[in-house]
């Protein structure tokens, strides 16, 4: 079983940065995939950034160049930085892992960019 807890949500301005964190924790070993999904108002849930096997990165095409994902193995921990935020980027971010192939998510933490 694994637990996700998410931090570093707000509010900040267009134009601003942000930086989510994400710990894992619980009876586990390592981490094959973590990453960050977000669901804004009235849409569906998609993938903003992902890292694969620890190595890997793949990014949504809205914010490729904007944001960066990074993950801190010996803490299990994954951050997902965000510069250049726009007002679209308002959602809540859900960290996502994936271990011994099934899916955790955590709870979301609500980023929200004023215009």
């Known amino acids: 079983q694994v637990q996700l807890v998410e931090s570093g949500g707000g509010l900040v301005q267009a134009g601003g940065s942000l930086r989510l964190s994400c710990t894992a924790s619980g009876s586990i070993g390592w981490i094959n995939n973590m990453g960050w999904y977000r669901q804004g108002p009235g849409k569906q849930r998609e993938l903003v950034a992902l890292?694969?096997?620890?190595?890997?990165?793949n990014y949504a095409d809205s914010v490729k160049g904007r944001f960066t994902i990074s993950r801190d193995n010996a803490k299990n921990t994954v951050y997902l930085q965000m510069n250049s935020l726009k007002p679209e980027d308002t959602a809540v971010y859900y960290c996502?892992?994936?271990?011994?192939?099934?899916?955790?998510w955590g709870r979301g933490t609500q980023v929200t960019v004023s215009s």
């Open positions: 996502y892992a994936q271990y011994r192939r099934l899916d955790y």
């Open positions: 890292i694969i096997g620890g190595i890997s990165t």
